[in-house]
Every structure is written in C-alpha cells, then in structure tokens.
C-alpha cells in the first residue's frame, strides 16, 4: 500500500467519523443501568421483613410495635417479585413511632406511623443494627454513634457526619410501599 493509499483510508476512516456525528448516525453504547436488584428502592416498591419472624413478608403497619426496636427490611419490585437485595446500601430499618411526635419537617415521610432509615452508619459504613430503648436512638456497634428517629435520623452522639438517610414511605391496600427515593446520601464519606 503506497503512502498515498495510506492517507486516502486515514481521511476516510476520519470522513466516515465525522459523518457519523454530523448526520447523528447512533452507536451502540453499553447500558449503563443496573440489575434490578441492585437498584435503590424505586417508589412503588413494597417494603419486606428481612428478618425473623417475619422474613420475607410485606410490611403492614400493625406488624410493627409503637417503639421496637428497628427491624431489617428491603424494597420488594411489585411487577417482577424482585427483591432489591444486591447492594447492602440498599437496606432500611424500619420501626413504628408516635407520627405526632416527630419532627414535622419529615411527617410526610411516614407511613401510618412506619418509619424507614438507611441501615448505613454515615461514620465509616457499618450496619446501625443497635437500639437505645430508653432514649429511643438508633445506635452504630462500631463507633457508637447515635441517630434520633424522631428528629430525621440526626447524629445525636459519635462521630458520624450525617444524619441517616429517610425513606419515604405510604400505605397503598394496607401495605407499606415506597413513596419516593432515599432523602439524604446513603453510604458514607470516606474520611482522611
Ligand atoms: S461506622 Fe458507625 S460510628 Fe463508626
């Protein structure tokens, strides 16, 4: 092939490109979307147990005592019976607590008194699977911060930064569903 040839398929590689994006020709590019389990609770989606007794069961509000201690649970895709399991920042803890003692800012976030937070300590990214009955907190086992449920999740003790994440959460035929995305960031911020 002469140098001539060489430029001659070089322009028209060039040409052809620029034809491309000049006449909006599509390219095929890989799905950025993530498996349906690895997605954060979409609105629609019923809320499970995802713990004994009641594991794998809709979350209905008269399952859950005034006060208890924050169970483990997880959205649940109505349509395809997908539970959306596949990233651990995906987990809530839900409780029941008195509506009219909450903050009023974040009543429209419950649901017939159920209360969900991201189960992710915003320290260093523990699961906040302990529970101050006394003072009604939320606690993280691995630094010892504390969030008030009654006040939006805010740190009330520890060195985390943030205050958990809210669901949102509505009653649709008695069950609990999802309302709308996560209020606040989910996860932690890595600290230097
Ligand atoms: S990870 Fe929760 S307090 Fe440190």
Redesign the pocket.
């Known amino acids: 092939m002469s140098k001539n040839d060489d430029t001659a398929s070089s322009v028209s590689r060039r040409t052809l490109i620029k034809m491309g994006i000049v006449t909006g020709i599509a390219v095929p590019i890989p799905a950025l979307s993530q498996p349906p389990n690895r997605m954060r609770p979409q609105s629609g989606d019923f809320i499970i147990f995802d713990e004994e007794p009641n594991l794998g069961e809709l979350v209905r509000p008269e399952m859950l005592d005034l006060n208890q201690q924050p169970v483990s649970a997880l959205a649940k895709d109505p349509d395809t019976d997908t539970v959306r399991d596949g990233s651990r920042l995906n987990r809530v803890m839900i409780t029941r607590i008195d509506h009219n003692k909450l903050t009023e800012r974040y009543r429209d976030n419950t649901a017939d008194g159920v209360i969900a937070y991201s189960a992710i300590?915003t320290?260093?990214?523990?699961d906040?699977i302990n529970w101050d009955s006394a003072q009604l907190r939320m606690a993280?086992p691995?630094?010892?911060?504390q969030f008030d449920i009654y006040d939006g999740g805010r740190v009330v003790g520890?060195?985390?930064p943030r205050p958990l994440a809210m669901l949102p959460l509505e009653i649709i035929d008695g069950f609990v569903r999802v309302a709308a995305s996560f209020r606040g960031r989910v996860g932690?911020t890595q600290q230097f």
């Open positions: 300590c320290h260093t990214g523990c906040v993280c691995c630094h010892e911060s520890g060195p985390a932690f």
